[in-house]
């Protein structure tokens, strides 16, 4: 199965396309950030991530995509155009008549590291080594698309466990 991991920002959305084989072996099949500038204004900067993001889906055809939902800290304008960012990314994804998953961050560092603070190089380093890897994938929000994507890996390996 090949999955799409994305991590919302208007700036930067990091992407990660990782494939499980039939061995449950996963493979890093892409990865990368969509970007944008902040000197564009805002609708167009959402634009530029809807085309991203559609140009991803038909250059690998994802069967599924797993999406970090939205986690406000302290800066709420900032959780808000992520949030903007996020409402493009679903959209464009439900056009593609995708499946849809959503995982918290903490649930993310919870599967991939077992342990749910775990800092940004554990988060890193453990996806180079579950990806067979030679170096830490980057930038982070690359990084953190493939452990969304891994993250629903691990969540769907554990639901056909369990049936």
């Known amino acids: 199965m090949l999955v799409l991991g994305l991590d919302p920002g208007t700036a930067r959305t990091g992407y ?9 072996t996963l493979e890093a099949i892409a990865y990368g950030v969509y970007t944008t500038t902040p000197d564009t204004p805002t609708a167009h900067r959402l634009l530029s991530l809807y085309h991203q993001l559609n140009q991803t889906l038909a250059n690998h ?14 800066n709420v304008t900032t959780g808000i155009k992520v949030a903007q960012a996020r409402g493009v990314l679903l959209l464009a994804l439900a ?6 998953y959503e995982y918290k961050p903490k649930t993310a560092k919870m599967t991939i590291t077992g342990f749910g603070d ?3 190089y554990q988060m890193q380093e453990m996806i180079r080594q579950l990806l067979g890897l030679e170096n830490i994938p980057k930038p982070d929000d690359a990084a953190d698309g493939l452990a969304i994507a891994i993250t629903h890996l691990q969540s769907t390996r554990f639901e056909r466990l369990s049936e």
Do not use: N
């Open 61 to 74: 055809h994802p069967q599924q995509v797993a999406i970090e939902e939205l986690f406000f800290g302290k």
């Open 95 to 100: 056009q593609a008549g995708l499946p849809i």
């Open 118 to 120: 775990a800092d940004k």
């Open 16 to 24: 990660g396309l990782v494939r499980e084989h039939p061995d449950g």
